[in-house]
C-alpha cells in the first residue's frame, strides 16, 4: 500500500514562502505521477502542478505559473513544492497524490493514491 505523508505547510503573509514536502512510500511503480492538488472551502479540488517520473513537468496551473516549483528528490523519494510569492487566494488544504503510469492527469478521479493534506493559510 503506498503511503503519502506531506508536511511544510503553514501560516505565511502575502509575499512570503512555503516549502511542502510530500513523502512517499511503499510503492514499486518504476512508471508514476505524482502530483499536487489544492482544496479550498466551498471549491473543487484543483492540480497545481505533478511531475512523472521521469522528471517532465506537467503543466503549471495559471495560478500558480510563475511564481511554484515542483521538484522531487529520488533519494528521499520525497516530493517537493516551492511556493514563492505567496498570496490569500493560495490558501487552502494541499495534498500530494500519485498514479502509476505514463500520464499525469489534471482531474483527481485517475489518481489512486492521497496523502492526508498540509494546510497553507496566506494572510493579506
Known amino acids: 500500500q503506498v503511503r503519502l505523508v506531506e508536511s511544510g505547510g503553514g501560516s505565511v503573509q502575502a509575499g512570503g514562502s512555503l516549502r511542502l514536502s510530500c513523502a512517499a512510500s511503499e510503492y514499486t511503480y518504476r512508471r508514476f505521477c505524482m502530483a499536487w492538488f489544492r482544496q479550498a472551502p466551498g471549491k473543487e479540488r484543483e492540480r497545481v502542478a505533478a511531475?512523472?517520473?521521469?522528471?517532465?513537468?506537467?503543466p503549471y496551473a495559471d495560478s500558480v505559473k510563475g511564481r511554484f516549483l515542483i521538484s522531487r528528490d529520488n533519494t528521499k523519494n520525497t516530493l517537493y513544492l516551492q511556493m514563492n510569492s505567496l498570496k490569500p487566494e493560495d490558501s487552502a488544504m494541499y495534498y500530494c497524490a500519485l498514479v502509476e503510469g505514463g500520464s499525469c492527469y489534471s482531474t483527481i478521479y485517475q489518481y489512486n493514491y492521497w496523502g492526508q493534506g498540509t494546510q497553507v493559510t496566506v494572510s493579506s
Open positions: 511531475m512523472l517520473s521521469s522528471g517532465i513537468t506537467a
